[in-house]
């Protein structure tokens, strides 16, 4: 029986950056950058507005107030996407709308809220004006509501550099680059094996002691979640001709997870057909829930050089998914060319007992915490036992309990990996709903 911390370095010491591929732009998102995305020309590309209104020569407002306006003539128009081809001389203004850029000889922006432009006599239907002359209500300062050529980007700028995680921002700026695709590291498939003669698929008709199977639902969203793009094998029966069989359908993916069959029951046999199919690595780990978990990899035949990592999970629908939180997620980072894959970790205030008599190992209760005052609360969601599934549910944290640790008091500090940040009431009530 090895650490969680020799286990996890074990699963990512067999586990390599996938290749990269050519991505559309919105099929990136949050995926990782493999090359330096430079600029080829200034963003903006000129001077323009900022505003809607009027661009003249502030030196022709000075003075101006709302008592005793300037009376600028109105030379003419433009528009974003236009520009204009006269020139703004002393005493003139051209109407302008956001975006467009500056005319010849303006350096500032009169906003139309600065003005008497009379909207109440814009032509019925199109929305623009006749008007020849404006009024200037207020003094326009020199540079006002222009936005500079080249002031968020300059040509030749490395703009997203390699290893970026793409977010909405990265792939918005990467648009106004002008490219419409980008290479990156691709999302991993991950083939997802359910093992059991007792299992039902959801949807079938229940029958005698067999029981649905959650395991490939609550490990395929949590793959989905994490970026990945699932691949459902349905149920292997408990002999090794069916599990082998499953199994070979499994080694087109990037990774193969299993859940049940690595125990010591009569079928189990998970374990024996990786040992005689591929390598096992380990297949005990001390934490509860979680301990029987198998790993190791395939190496398919006629395809030189590649190998399948292999996660075989518990088959208590809580180990389940704690094992994969812990184990099958960094993989999946690593694979994606995510480095910082890790849970965040919090100090928190024990608000139940929490036992770890039985068995000592790492002891990862389902918790669910909450912040008052400036301090994280911790409180269990109901009873632990590794088949109650509910109890993930409820929570949004592990514990994290020594072995050596064999209670905590209500009121002592412990460490929570934090699954996710939700605090809304409608996750508290759940504590309270039995």
Known sequence: MI??????????????????????????????????????????????????????????????????????????????????????????????????????GADSIVPFEET??????????????????????KEARPGANIRRAAEDITAGQMV???????????????????????????????????????????????SGARIFDANAHSVGSLVERYGGMPRLLGIAKDTVADLTAKIHKGWGADILVTSAGVSRGDYDVVKDVLASEGQVDFWTVAMKPGKPLAFGCFYPEGDEGRRVPHIGLPGNPVSSMVAFELFGRPAMMKMMGKRDWR?????????????????????????????????????LT?????????????????????????????????????????RGEEWGSYLTSD
Request: with cysteine; aromatic share 4%; charged share 25%.
């Open 116 to 137: 008497d432009e009379p909207f109440d006599h814009a032509p019925s239907g199109t929305g623009r004006l006749t008007a020849t002359a404006v009024k200037v209500l």
């Open 160 to 206: 997203v550099p390699k290893g970026t995680v793409l977010r909405a921002s990265e792939i918005g700026v990467i648009a106004s680059l002008g490219r419409a695709a980008v290479r990156v590291i691709p999302r991993p498939v991950v083939a997802v094996l359910s093992t059991g003669d007792e299992l039902l698929e959801p949807g079938q008709e229940r």
């Open 382 to 422: 109901g009873s632990q036992g590794s088949g109650i599934l509910t109890s993930m549910m409820r929570a949004n944290a592990l514990t994290l309990i020594p072995a050596e640790v064999d209670v905590v008091e209500p009121g002592e500090e412990i460490d929570v990996i934090m699954l996710d940040w939700t």
């Open 3 to 104: 650490s969680i911390e020799e286990a996890l370095a074990r699963i990512l010491s067999y586990v390599d950056v996938l290749p990269a591929e050519e991505k559309p732009l919105l099929e990136a998102l949050g995926q990782v950058l493999d090359e330096d995305i430079s600029a080829t020309f200034d963003i903006p590309p000129l001077d323009n507005t900022a505003m809607d209104g009027y661009a003249v020569r502030a030196a022709d407002t000075t003075g101006a107030t709302g008592a005793s306006p300037i009376t600028l003539r109105v030379i003419g128009e433009v528009a974003a996407g236009y520009e204009y081809e006269g020139e703004v001389e002393r005493g003139t203004a051209v109407r302008i709308m956001t975006g467009a850029p500056i005319p010849a």
């Open 343 to 379: 849970r965040p970790m919090v100090r928190a205030i024990a608000e139940d007992e929490i036992t770890n008599r039985d068995d000592p190992r790492v002891f990862l209760a389902r918790c669910f915490v909450t912040e008052r005052d400036g301090k994280f609360y911790a409180s």
